[in-house]
Each structure stands twice: as structure tokens, then as C-alpha cells.
Nanobody
Framework: QVQLDESGGGLVQAGGSLRLSCAAS????????MGWYRQAPGKQRELVAT???????NIADSVKGRFTISRDYIKHTVYLQMNSLKPEDSAVYYC????????????WGKGVPVTVSS
């Protein structure tokens, strides 16, 4: 089992910044992908950004140039630096941990709310 501890959400004005953190603990695999997804009210959960063990990043077009994903492999932590926030970025942000495993196995955090006021 893997536990994910998310932090860093909150309320910010448009144009502001927030940094989300997600620390994984428990049965940590040597190879895994970590990332962030978000879900706004009435909408489906969508990918924001992911990062593999080899530092390959996948960033949603809607946040490219504003959000940066990074990872600390010693601390088993993934970060999402969010700059130039917009009201449409408001959502609950979820951390996802996917170890290299067959069949595929995903762990999700409980989510942190991000609210961007205009």
C-alpha cells in the first residue's frame, strides 16, 4: 500500500501562485510515475501534469507555461508550482502515484482544493 499526503492548496487571487506538494509513503516502487489531476464542480477529472522516473513530463496544454511539475526522488515527493493562476484553474487537485506494475495500479490522494478569485 502507498499513502499520499497532499498539501499546499488554498485561496489565491488571479495572477497569484501556489505550490502543491504530494509526499508518498509506504511500499514505494523504484520506478513510478507521479502527477496531478484536477476536477472542477460538474466536470470530469482531467490531467494537469505528470512526471516519470526518468523525468519525462506531460503537461496539459491549458497550463503549459504557467505550471511546472518537479519531483524529489529521495523524499518521494512531487511538486506542482502554479503561477499566473486563473479562475478557471479552480478545482480540487488530486495527486496520483502509479508504480511500474502489472496489472496497472494507481493510488490517489484525497485532494486539495484550489480556489482562484477574480
Amino acid at each position: 500500500q502507498v499513502q499520499l499526503d497532499e498539501s499546499g492548496g488554498g485561496l489565491v487571487q488571479a495572477g497569484g501562485s501556489l505550490r502543491l506538494s504530494c509526499a508518498a509513503s509506504g511500499d514505494i516502487a523504484s520506478i513510478s510515475t507521479m502527477g496531478w489531476y484536477r476536477q472542477a464542480p460538474g466536470k470530469q477529472r482531467e490531467l494537469v501534469a505528470t512526471i516519470t522516473r526518468s523525468d519525462k513530463r506531460n503537461i496539459a496544454d491549458s497550463v503549459k507555461g504557467r505550471f511546472t511539475i518537479s519531483r524529489d526522488y529521495i523524499k518521494h515527493t512531487v511538486y506542482l508550482q502554479m503561477n499566473s493562476l486563473k479562475p478557471e484553474d479552480s478545482a480540487v487537485y488530486y495527486c496520483k502515484y502509479s508504480p511500474q506494475h502489472l496489472p496497472p495500479l494507481d493510488y490517489w490522494g484525497k485532494g486539495v482544493p484550489v480556489t482562484v478569485s477574480s
